[in-house]
Structures are given as structure tokens and as C-alpha cells.
């Protein structure tokens, strides 16, 4: 099996299977994605598809694997102290090379995959952000609260920066957020 992974044919598959999952993400919902769509756009045949991935939900899982072992790799040149920078790092990932991920958190994506994306996004923010937020009445309550707020705030940034094509640039979103963060209630 590992020799085939490494086989051009299989990589060259693989990489059909992708585009055409994409194609479709852009034009109707992922429940309604079948694997005839699939296989039919990226003009393979059913077997072909099997020999990749067990269904749809495997598809999307192994690219996210790959996806976030690739993006663990591209972490590793960003320098640790400048959160800005990693966050307009992600977004341009997002953009360009998280293509799929990018449209399951659209409108047409997964509501599955949206909540486990946004989960990460939750343990993310309870370990590298509200660590690094004064709050008058820091508690346990209020640090799940807010890990809750943000997770729900960001992946619904990036739902409608998606639905509505990217327009802005990475580093606008950014801006945006950090904006948001600095604002104080009256």
C-alpha cells in the first residue's frame, strides 16, 4: 500500500478527488454531496473512489489530516510572539491551501465539521488566548465563557468571509478581529 501512495496515478487521483469535492462545495450543500457527484465530476469510477477513501466523511477527514499536519509544519517558521502574524498566516492557509476546509465552513459545508472545527477553535483560544486576557473577574466560568464566545465569533467570521467569496485579504480580517477584541462596552 505504501508503494502505491507513492505512485503518480495515485497522487494525480487523489488530487482529482479533491477538485471535484471543491467544485461541488461551491455549488451545493455537503449532505447533499453524493459519491456518484463525486466520482462523476472528477471522472473516475466508483472503484476508483473506494481505493482512496471508505465515503465522503473519510475523504474530508484525511484531507483535514493532511491538512493540519501541513499546517503544523508551516507553524513551526512563525515566529511564537506575534500573534497577528499567525493569524493572517491562517487565514492566507485558509485561502489558498485549506480550500475544502474553507467551504465545510461555509454555508454549504457540514454542520459536523463546522462544530469540530469550532471546538478546536474553543481549546485553542482556552489555551493560547485567554491565558493572555486581564479580566477584572477572571474565573474558571468566565474563561469558558469566553473560549465559548470567541470560538463562535471567529468561525462565524470566517462562515461569511467565505460565503462571500474572500474579498477581503487576510491581513483586513485580521485587523477586523483585532478590533473587535479592543473594544470596550459602556
Known amino acids: 500500500m505504501e508503494k502505491r501512495k507513492n505512485d503518480l496515478r495515485f497522487k494525480k487521483t487523489k488530487q482529482t478527488i479533491l477538485a471535484a469535492m471543491i467544485s461541488l462545495l461551491e455549488e ?15 471522472e473516475i469510477s466508483r472503484s476508483g473512489f473506494y481505493l482512496h477513501y471508505l465515503d465522503k ?6 484531507y483535514q ?12 517558521h512563525l515566529p511564537k510572539n506575534n500573534q497577528e502574524e499567525q493569524l ?8 489558498h491551501d485549506g480550500k475544502i476546509l474553507s467551504l465545510l465552513i461555509s454555508k ?12 478546536i477553535l474553543e481549546e485553542n483560544a482556552r489555551q493560547n488566548i485567554i491565558p493572555h486576557i486581564d479580566l477584572a473577574n477572571k474565573s474558571e466560568m468566565t474563561d469558558k465563557y469566553l473560549a465559548v464566545f470567541m470560538s ?3 468561525i462565524g467570521c470566517l462562515q461569511t468571509w467565505t460565503d462571500t467569496g474572500q474579498k ?13 477584541l479592543k473594544i470596550k462596552f459602556v
Do not use: M, W
Open 28 to 42: 451545493k450543500n455537503f449532505e447533499k454531496i453524493t459519491i456518484k457527484d463525486i466520482c462523476e465530476r472528477a
Open 57 to 62: 466523511y473519510d475523504l474530508v477527514e484525511s
Open 65 to 76: 489530516k493532511e491538512l493540519l499536519d501541513k499546517r503544523v509544519n508551516s507553524f513551526v
Open 88 to 95: 493572517e498566516d491562517s487565514l492566507n492557509f485558509l485561502k
Open 108 to 119: 454549504n459545508g457540514s454542520p459536523e465539521i463546522r462544530e469540530k472545527i469550532r471546538l
Open 152 to 154: 463562535h465569533a471567529i
Open 168 to 180: 477581503e485579504s487576510p491581513k483586513e480580517i485580521v485587523n477586523f478581529l483585532l478590533q473587535i
